[in-house]
């Protein structure tokens, strides 16, 4: 019995039909996926140079009511010690560890033990601003951060900056320096 390999789907334009519509669906789904993943940046990094500031200029960190903004260091491995916040009136603090806070310029005004800081997380909130005597308006604030690792510190300053529309992101992470790649950090001219 001879089989009929010529069924009625099987003629030679549809050949071409089934690879041409895979190809637009794949495109259709890629730009879908892309433009998804755009509009929700959940994560924002930078290496631990820049975010020193050693290329010249101040790294920024925006923060919403809608969600707090992580500062995450785990990345990089450092143990934050110390941290400033220049105007405290529209921003809280929390951290996922111990931290040595000082309140005051005398020395017995230290909370928490110094030596043995943990954090490695700083997650800052945008609050309503509160009325602090003394504190002029300000359209943002400085952060200040000094972490450690292998027995070095570091120094960080963040411009926080005061968002009102939908948060872009929630953490900021700050990565180890690239090994062997000269430039990442290079002095931007003015």
Not at 36 to 65: D, E, H, M
Not at 153 to 163: A, D, M, P, Q, S
Request: glycine content about 8%; charged content about 15%.
């Amino acid at each position: 019995m001879k089989k009929n390999t010529n069924l009625s789907g099987n003629s030679s334009h549809n050949y071409y039909f089934l690879p041409l519509a895979s190809l637009i669906f794949s495109v259709a789904m890629l730009l879908l996926v892309g433009r998804a993943g755009a509009n929700n940046a959940v994560l924002r990094s930078i290496f631990s140079c820049q975010a020193q500031g050693l290329g010249g200029l101040i790294p920024t960190i925006k923060i919403w009511y809608q969600q707090g903004t992580n500062l995450s260091f785990l990345p990089s491995g450092e143990v934050i010690k110390k941290v400033w916040l220049n105007d405290p009136s529209q921003v809280t603090l929390d951290f996922d560890g111990p931290v040595c806070m000082q309140f005051g310029q005398e020395a017995n005004t230290n909370t928490g033990d110094c030596k043995n800081s943990a954090a490695n997380v700083i997650q800052l909130r945008r609050i309503k601003k509160l009325n602090i005597p003394g504190l002029p308006l300000t359209k943002n604030t400085l952060l200040t951060v000094v972490t450690e690792a292998q027995g070095r510190n570091k120094l960080y300053t963040f411009r926080v900056i005061y968002g009102t529309d939908n948060p872009e992101y929630h953490t900021l992470a700050i990565f180890s320096d690239p090994s062997g790649q000269e430039g990442a950090c290079a002095k931007v001219p003015k």
